[in-house]
């Protein structure tokens, strides 16, 4: 997937942003895939556990390509660094929103990857998913660097959930952000 223009956007800490690009994750990318999800940074906020083998990072690899959400790998010249996952709400009643997600190897953080890659996605999602209306990330109150990405890319701030979910056997609070076409902060 081509993201948006770059023409404006200068470099980042050394990282030309027209390097990053979105693509479908193939099962051949599980090394790739192993390389920052077994990352202790970069699981503390996500559900699954570093240490995993090769064939559970193939399992969950599976699931999430196979899965009901939009799945994408976050490339680096086209090797996955990351990813980010839309997924609509499967209630019929709620299916004009959806949750974005993303994680990144903790090596490319803070170089505006994150920012450019959900901003980008919140400016095109809407396209490829027609009946959505609002996208919505939800955030551990700890993980500030997240709520940043959010801010940056143009989401609103809604408020915070107390005791929304559980994380590794703790129920967390979460910060609840919005980006609505036409109406929210476009960074």
Not at 10 to 36: C, H, K, T, Y
Not at 68 to 94: A, E, H, M, Q, Y
Not at 167 to 172: D, E, I, P, Q, S
């Amino acid at each position: 997937m081509e993201l948006g223009s770059n023409a404006s956007m200068p470099a980042e800490n050394g990282i030309d942003l027209n390097r990053i690009s979105l693509r479908q994750f193939d099962l051949s990318d599980v090394d790739n895939f192993m390389a920052w999800a077994c990352d202790e940074k970069v699981c503390g906020f996500c559900p699954w556990e570093p240490a995993m083998s090769k064939e559970e990072a193939m399992k969950l690899l599976q699931y999430r390509i196979f899965g009901p959400s939009w799945f994408k790998s976050i490339c680096l010249d086209g090797k996955p660094i990351g990813d980010v996952t839309v997924t609509p709400n499967p209630r019929s009643s709620d299916r004009c929103r959806a949750e974005i997600g993303y994680a990144l190897g903790s090596e490319h953080w803070n170089k505006g990857i994150a920012t450019h890659v959900v901003k980008s996605v919140a400016e095109t999602i809407f396209r490829e998913l027609p009946e959505l209306e609002r996208l919505e990330a939800v955030v551990d109150v700890e993980n500030v660097a997240s709520q940043r990405v959010l801010e940056k890319a143009g989401f609103e701030r809604e408020g915070v959930l107390k005791k929304f979910y559980i994380l590794k056997g703790r129920t967390r609070d979460i910060v609840m952000y919005s980006f609505i076409p036409n109406v929210s902060n476009h960074a």
